[in-house]
């Protein structure tokens, strides 16, 4: 029987990675080792919040920067996350627009609160009386 010359073990066998569906030997199986950049579909590891020491959970196939993100945005209770929230806190009543303003805009119409985009009569569908100014979109 031969042998390879230097004795060491070679493995070729094609193995298939779970998460970005490659083919890899033995040796670059391993996420780390073929620097996988679907391996966040796979871990089960539950981020942190680094502003509330909260863990947030990520469900599979969710990218925990993203979710954590979120999380900061919508729910954390630390101080800056809370104060980021409260610095926007102007909605805009035109249907379908969840853009919020950090200072009110009322129309001088109908005086209502709007962004920026709808801040002119034309562009929020005005109930109020005058003149329609702009058309913005």
Do not use: W
């Not at 379908?96 to 119409?109: L, R």
């Amino acid at each position: 029987r031969a042998r390879p010359s230097s004795g060491a073990h070679v493995n070729f066998l094609p193995l298939k990675c779970d998460a970005c569906e490659q083919i890899f030997c033995t040796d670059h199986i391993a996420y780390a080792q073929h620097d996988c950049t679907s391996a966040y579909k796979k871990d089960v590891q539950v981020p942190v919040c680094p502003l509330c020491n909260t863990p947030v959970p990520v469900r599979r196939g969710e990218m925990p920067d993203v979710v954590v993100g979120e999380h900061i945005d919508r729910d954390c209770k630390s101080d800056p996350a809370q104060r980021k929230r409260k610095i926007f806190t102007n909605k805009c009543l035109k249907p379908g627009c969840k853009q919020k303003e950090m200072m009110k805009v009322i129309c001088d119409q109908c005086h209502k609160n709007y962004c920026l985009k709808h801040r002119h009569p034309l562009d929020h569908d005005c109930s109020g009386a005058g003149r329609p100014l702009s058309k913005a979109g």
